[in-house]
């Protein structure tokens, strides 16, 4: 090697080598302070991607969990209604029962027909009442129901049917117009509340299983949010404790080269000793 006072070829390589393990160090700090081994596409743009779009659909199934939580309060308010409806026809049928008994006096039937009628009055105040959120599926508004998002392309629904509860309707055919002020309207009434008590068990049964549906599909939207955030975290999380070794050992490396260059540096001086 050429002994030289403009030219340091062990200089040269020792900086390299240094400037090397500083830019080294410099990745694995970076690592160690973010808990990401894929920070953007300038790392590894492949894996960059992947991880980008895995996000997209995590973002987007965070609305379509919003959506079913949506769809479970709007069945709930429904459900509690229908059940305390249900609860007002077993009641009527109590009163409807003793209307039919023909030694009743005047007064005793309008005091049971005021009590029938104000236990319809309640059935309406149920089914009005049964919103949440400005969604009601037992008023009679709705004809399809609700459909709430099911899947992150937006492209998949799950439907909470409408169930009218109305009174005079298909579900309930006691209306306001009923009378227990006769035998003779008792038993019409009874007829119709037998067949409402009926029809509503089942519509119950209907909204229940839907509902259920729809907590069943919100738990496997959950568990594919965490999956997905796992695939996310194995792709792009830093092993910690792989860097926290490799910190220690560039951290030695970074010493050593500093020496190796000082070293270098020194070298130029050995010429003026050839001098003396």
């Known amino acids: 090697?050429?002994?030289?006072?403009?030219?340091?070829?062990?200089?040269?390589?020792?900086?390299?080598?240094?400037?090397?393990?500083?830019?080294?160090?410099?990745?694995?700090q970076n690592r160690i302070s973010t808990g990401l081994k894929v920070q953007g596409a300038k790392d590894n743009a492949a894996i960059w991607a992947i991880a980008q779009?895995?996000?997209?659909?995590?973002?987007?199934?965070?609305?379509?969990?919003?959506?079913?939580?949506?769809?479970?309060?709007?069945?709930?308010?429904?459900?509690?209604?229908?059940?305390?409806?249900?609860?007002?026809?077993?009641?009527?049928?109590?009163?409807?029962v003793a209307a039919k008994d023909t030694s009743l006096g005047s007064q005793s039937r309008q005091l049971l027909d005021s009590d029938f009628k104000a236990l319809l009055r309640a059935i309406q105040s149920a089914y009005e009442n049964a919103e949440f959120d400005g969604g009601n599926i037992l008023n009679g508004s709705l004809s399809s129901g609700i459909q709430f998002l099911a899947n992150?392309?937006?492209?998949?629904?799950?439907?909470l049917g409408a169930k009218d509860l109305s009174l005079g309707g298909s579900i309930i055919s006691l209306s306001l117009?009923?009378?227990?002020?006769?035998?003779?309207?008792?038993?019409?009434?009874?007829?119709?509340l037998d067949s409402s008590i009926t029809a509503l068990n089942s519509s119950l049964?209907?909204?229940?299983?839907?509902?259920?549906?729809?907590?069943a599909h919100k738990t496997f939207v959950s568990k594919l949010v965490?999956?997905?955030?796992?695939?996310?975290?194995?792709?792009?999380?830093?092993?910690?404790?792989?860097?926290?070794?490799?910190l220690q050992a560039l951290q030695v490396q970074q010493?050593?080269?500093?020496?190796?260059?000082?070293?270098?540096?020194?070298?130029?001086?050995?010429?003026?000793s050839l001098f003396q």
């Open 1 to 28: 090697m050429t002994n030289s006072v403009h030219t340091n070829v062990a200089a040269a390589i020792a900086l390299q080598n240094l400037t090397q393990t500083n830019t080294r160090l410099g990745e694995v």
């Open 53 to 96: 779009g895995q996000r997209a659909d995590v973002g987007a199934l965070g609305a379509v969990k919003q959506s079913l939580d949506r769809a479970t309060a709007i069945a709930d308010v429904a459900l509690s209604a229908g059940e305390s409806i249900s609860d007002l026809l077993n009641q009527l049928k109590e009163k409807v």
């Open 152 to 159: 992150a392309d937006a492209s998949s629904f799950v439907t």
């Open 177 to 192: 117009t009923d009378s227990l002020l006769t035998a003779s309207g008792a038993t019409a009434a009874l007829t119709r």
């Open 205 to 215: 049964g209907e909204l229940g299983s839907q509902a259920k549906q729809i907590q």
């Open 226 to 246: 965490d999956t997905l955030e796992a695939g996310i975290g194995n792709l792009v999380d830093a092993d910690l404790a792989k860097e926290s070794a490799r």
């Open 255 to 272: 010493q050593l080269g500093a020496q190796s260059l000082s070293i270098a540096n020194q070298a130029p001086q050995i010429i003026l």
